[in-house]
């Protein structure tokens, strides 16, 4: 992948005069898969429109479907609930005090209007029972936690999502038919979140949102999605052809043909 820490291990398996094969979930090219991508034989990636790449090596892109844990694959989507809507928020590995600090006073207004439920990744450090008292206060049932490994192979019964745009959490969520709203991490090297986000706007399943205009603009999107359940079944619609559960045979079989080239 294109994290540093590949980076060594690729520059050694090329001086060895082993075969490199690089993988990048993002939609623009990580910054060691740019610099490795001349000694590799093919990058597999999820957008057949990487981003950030010479066009002489455009032809060792192979486009792959997102390869998820295999628990995502046994879920059913989720029909809703007529007298709730379920929200979730997630803030990625790294979590995010941004999402904690902005959001709770946006939700606490939208739940003025309707009847709302609240599931929230913390940052780390926050004090849950503290932060809490205020959806309490305002009778919006909430379960707050911090970051869980696979969290959405446990929980994934959501009408919709607001979340950080790194390249797992949106297949997952995508594959699980869940609606979101995308809100990349504004400082994320090369603005990868940023073009990620556009990648699953441009299919139609999520809404961008730059964290600048959250409180101009995000009470009015969940007001919209909330009045229009047609709106939401038909971004569910789209993300149907996320969901295959023959994927793992195809992308073994997309992984073999590219591996004989």
Known sequence: TGG???FPLALAANLLNTKIYLFEPNSTIGRSNKALLRFSKKILC???D???INNKYKHKLAEIPPILNKCFYEKIPYEGEKDVFKILILG???SSLFFSKYLKPELIKLSKKFKIEVTQQLSRGLDANNYKLDYD???IKNRLFFYEEEFLCKNYKFDLAISRSGASSLAELSHLEIPFIAIPFAHATDNHQ???AKYFEKKG??????????SDKLNKIL???YNNEKKLQSIKDKMTEHSDKNIFMKIEKLIKRVLNE
């Open 4 to 6: 540093y820490m590949s």
């Open 46 to 48: 999820y957008d057949k």
């Open 50 to 52: 990487l981003q950030g």
């Open 92 to 94: 990625g590995s790294q």
């Open 137 to 139: 206060t305002y009778n």
């Open 194 to 196: 940023f073009i990620n």
């Open 205 to 214: 399943y999520c809404f961008l949102l730059e964290e600048k205009f959250i």
């Open 223 to 225: 007001i919209d999605l």
